[in-house]
């Protein structure tokens, strides 16, 4: 996992509530200058720890019911890692096609 892991989950929840305000467009100016100033790597270490959370939560929620639902079907067939990492990128491929939604539902006023 991540080597940014901050020791202080208080910190941690500081730096993901603000990573999130910041790219929903709510960060206060004087909130973001305040965080780059103390800690500089602020937006790296969040970005990186949602990603690792999304990796995971994508790996137990979806990826796994999805290899559980094909051995239903053939309980003889188990999946290689290569098809696992397939099935695993295809799932995070959706989430990188969102993107574009977070500005059109910001541009709408849509919460």
């Given at each position: 996992?991540?080597?940014?892991?901050?020791?202080?989950?208080?910190?941690?929840?500081?730096?993901?509530?603000?990573?999130?305000?910041?790219?929903?467009?709510?960060?206060?100016?004087d909130q973001q200058a305040?965080?780059?100033?103390?800690?500089?790597?602020?937006?790296?270490?969040?970005?990186?720890?949602?990603?690792?959370?999304?990796?995971?939560?994508?790996?137990?929620?979806?990826?796994?019911?999805?290899?559980?639902h094909d051995r239903g079907?053939?309980?003889?067939?188990?999946?290689?890692?290569?098809?696992?990492?397939?099935?695993?990128?295809?799932?995070?491929?959706?989430?990188?096609?969102?993107?574009?939604?977070?500005?059109?539902?910001?541009?709408?006023?849509?919460?």
């Amino acid at each position: 996992m991540t080597t940014h892991d901050p020791a202080d989950p208080d910190l941690l929840r500081i730096f993901v509530d603000n990573w999130a305000a910041l790219h929903a467009g709510t960060l206060e100016k004087d909130q973001q200058a305040l965080l780059d100033r103390e800690h500089p790597h602020w937006q790296c270490t969040a970005a990186t720890l949602i990603a690792e959370g999304l990796l995971a939560y994508v790996t137990v929620e979806m990826v796994e019911p999805d290899l559980a639902h094909d051995r239903g079907a053939n309980p003889h067939d188990t999946p290689t890692p290569q098809e696992y990492a397939a099935r695993l990128g295809a799932h995070m491929m959706d989430f990188v096609d969102y993107r574009g939604d977070l500005v059109r539902v910001r541009r709408s006023g849509e919460p």
